[in-house]
């Protein structure tokens, strides 16, 4: 009798198969100096006053039209950072008033629905504008936001594709200012620091954000 063996190929083609691993490319926040990325958002996807009559004959709001009155604090944020994004917001708040008192404007950008942020507006009568950043687009221009490096990764109780907290102060001529990102999500709120940079005067006590825990 001959005998003979059935070769499996698949056993052996699963060995086979290289493995190839994505390189984790962590964000890369604009610094100070550089220049903040041109963008422009939809009037239904902006909620709050807009800074400048143009806006008002176009469908579109621009850097340009938010920078047309001094500088511009463009702020980070997400419902999405549960108990954090609850303080946050509240500092967020505090802020605005100094930021307008130093003749400057607060734009605060968030990934979140049109719908949710209308509510968040109405329920805490927010003084600043808020605009939907669609798929984090904005967020990834100021380098605040990857897919290769997503908060979910590093922080327990995020789940949601967000941007990390972040805060830029913009010159008039586009040229950053100022650059904070709280990566761990335990820093203190810059409120000292932006005003600094918005008006030059004594600044205001430093206002302390909370541990890391983010659910």
């Known amino acids: 009798m001959i005998a003979f063996f059935d070769t499996v190929h698949e056993d052996t083609d699963l060995y086979s198969i290289p493995q190839v691993f994505r390189k984790l490319v962590p964000v890369k926040p604009l610094q100070s100096g550089q220049k ?4 422009g958002v939809h009037r239904q996807r902006t909620i709050g006053q807009y800074v400048t009559w143009q806006a008002d004959y176009s469908k579109t709001v621009h850097l340009h ?40 404007n607060l734009l605060v950008v968030s990934p979140d629905s ?3 942020l209308q509510i968040l507006v109405e329920q805490h009568d927010l ?8 798929e984090n687009q904005i967020a990834g221009k100021f380098g605040v ?7 979910w990764n590093w922080i327990a109780g995020i789940t949601e594709d967000v941007p990390y907290p972040a805060l830029f ?17 335990d820093g203190q709120f810059p409120a000292e620091a932006v005003l600094r940079q918005i008006d030059g005067q004594s600044a205001v006590k430093t206002l302390p954000l909370y541990d890391r825990t983010a659910a």
Do not use: C, M
């Not at 003084?127 to 669609?134: C, H, L, N, S, Y």
């Not at 936001?145 to 908060?151: A, I, K």
């Open 127 to 134: 003084p600043f504008t808020i605009v939907q950043d669609a």
């Open 145 to 151: 936001h990857s897919t290769d490096d997503p908060v």
């Open 114 to 116: 049109p719908e949710s």
């Open 169 to 185: 102060v913009v010159a008039p001529d586009r040229h950053i200012q100022f650059s904070y990102v709280d990566k761990d999500f």
């Open 36 to 39: 903040a990325p041109l963008f």
């Open 65 to 104: 039209d938010w920078l047309q009155t001094g500088p511009l604090v463009v702020a980070f944020y997400s419902a999405g950072w549960n108990g954090y994004g609850k303080k946050y917001l509240q500092k967020l708040i505090e802020l605005q008033a100094h930021v307008q008192d130093a003749g400057a």
